[in-house]
């Protein structure tokens, strides 16, 4: 049973150019979120997708956007990059009929550094 | 909007001692889901142990346990006979009850937890 893979694992990218990271949710899951997360700080929630729309949005600038396939996996893109964008960039899947209580399944993340 | 503080950086523990982290929050909702994820350097966040807010029992898996007071917004997490793959970072999180299984989770900034052997 596969779980939520990111890719890729590691990228470097200069300011003002664009990103796009990728994410496969875990088999079952239909949702997913995505999440800043700064060197020695928690994640920050950026957006959740649902049936291929943006269900939740963070406190995020409109330079961050996202997409979700059919096959529920989900992109993320961050046009004009900054320095303050690097960072490590999380996915999670989970039912969207799921009981509340169930977890978030975090991927492995991708981690972004601009220089 | 919902706050998560977990206001100690750092804590260290003796192999096979028990350690507690803290962690508090501040919401103004009656029902909501309180976690642990433990993230180690493999950078993967795992849950460690959950918590229903209804729920007056505290919830323990194996060797962790947690310590709930709802009416003093605390949550602390016990891990008792820490094993060296016990150290990472560990994250307390919150979630709403009422927009169910998809609401965001809001994190703490997080504990570093090193286990010296």
């Known amino acids: 049973d596969a779980g939520v893979t990111q890719s890729p694992t590691h990228l470097i990218k200069t300011r003002g150019q664009q990103v796009t990271l990728r994410c496969s949710p875990k088999?079952?899951?239909?949702?997913v979120s995505w999440y800043q997360q700064a060197l020695g700080q928690g994640p920050q929630f950026i957006f959740q997708?649902?049936?291929?729309?943006?269900?939740q949005r963070g406190n995020f600038p409109d330079r961050f956007s996202g997409h979700q396939f059919p096959n529920y996996s989900s992109e993320l893109n961050v046009n004009a990059l900054l320095l303050g964008d690097s960072a490590l960039y999380l996915c999670?899947?989970?039912?969207?009929?799921?009981?509340?209580?169930?977890?978030?399944?975090f991927g492995d993340g991708t981690r972004l550094s601009i220089l | 909007a919902q706050t998560v503080t977990q206001s100690q950086p750092e804590m260290s523990v003796q192999e096979a001692e028990t350690v507690t982290l803290s962690c508090t929050y501040d919401t103004s909702e009656s029902d909501y889901y309180l976690f642990w994820y433990k993230q180690p350097p493999s950078r993967q966040m795992i849950l460690v142990i959950r918590q229903e807010a209804y729920k007056q029992q505290n919830a323990t898996e194996n060797r962790f346990s947690v310590n709930f007071q709802k009416a003093a917004k605390s949550f602390s997490l016990k891990i008792s006979d820490s094993q060296l793959g016990d150290a990472a970072m560990y994250f307390c999180a919150y979630r709403s009850f009422y927009t169910g299984a998809n609401s965001k989770l809001t994190f703490g900034k997080g504990i570093t937890l090193s286990v010296r052997p």
């Open positions: 088999s079952g899951h239909d949702t």
């Open positions: 997708y649902y049936e291929e729309e943006e269900r």
């Open positions: 999670a899947s989970s039912a969207f009929r799921g009981e509340g209580n169930q977890p978030q399944h």
